[in-house]
């Protein structure tokens, strides 16, 4: 069965912007959902068990190794079973949050999802970012190559490794009703947001198709 794999690492409920933008692609999404929230559930921080038992001979795994390897085998099968994907991922402190750079360690194997012989085996899948971040990073703003989000989650997940297309939506500027500081740029934020929801059922109506 194809699907839709949505992974959650927002850690707000219903005021998130990420969240609100991601429910807006779910709605026009046709197709199953398989869903992993990581701020209900995080998934475990690589550990050395994990890292190793990569690279050891499975008759000599100890019982650490092989319960790594059973997190590992999960989250890699559930990723490969997708034909698609949503990755809520707002920006914490320039970058992404921790839980999911938790589950991304535990999905980029050597092997088994990166430097394959014949290619990734989820080379030119599409992926939707949704990406909520407080203030502007784009261009010509005092903020621009200050996010390390983005990039990171391109280098990571593109051509060259997981092999996923990429398309980014980020809801720009969501600090400015609660700074007062940024009071002057409510206007800009209201649009990015507008401007989000419409790319999220835009893309959702694409992908499905």
């Not at 807006?24 to 197709?31: I, K, L, T």
């Amino acid at each position: 069965m194809s699907y839709l794999l949505h992974i959650d690492s927002t850690a707000f409920d219903a005021e998130s912007f990420s969240r609100q933008v991601a429910r807006s692609f779910r709605d026009a999404w046709q197709g199953a959902v398989v869903y992993r929230d990581l701020a209900a559930t995080p998934v475990p921080h690589i550990t050395a068990a994990g890292v190793s038992a990569r690279l050891t001979d499975p008759s000599r795994h100890t019982l650490e190794q092989k319960a790594a390897l059973l997190i590992q085998d999960e989250l890699i099968e559930e990723f490969l079973g997708a034909t698609a994907y949503l990755f809520t991922v707002p920006m914490y402190n320039y970058t992404m949050p921790s839980t999911f750079k938790a589950w991304l360690d535990q999905v980029v194997v050597v092997g088994r999802t990166i430097a394959l012989p014949d290619g990734p085996p989820a080379a030119g899948r599409p992926a939707v970012v949704v990406s909520a971040r407080g203030g502007s990073y784009e261009p010509g703003v005092p903020n621009h190559g200050m996010d390390h989000l983005l990039p990171t989650l391109e280098t990571v997940m593109g051509p060259q490794t997981l092999g996923l297309e990429i398309h980014a939506i980020k809801p720009q500027l969501t600090l400015a009703p609660v700074v007062p500081a940024m009071a002057e740029l409510i206007d800009l934020h209201t649009a990015s947001v507008a401007e989000s929801h419409v790319e999220a059922r835009r893309l959702a109506h694409v992908l499905t198709r």
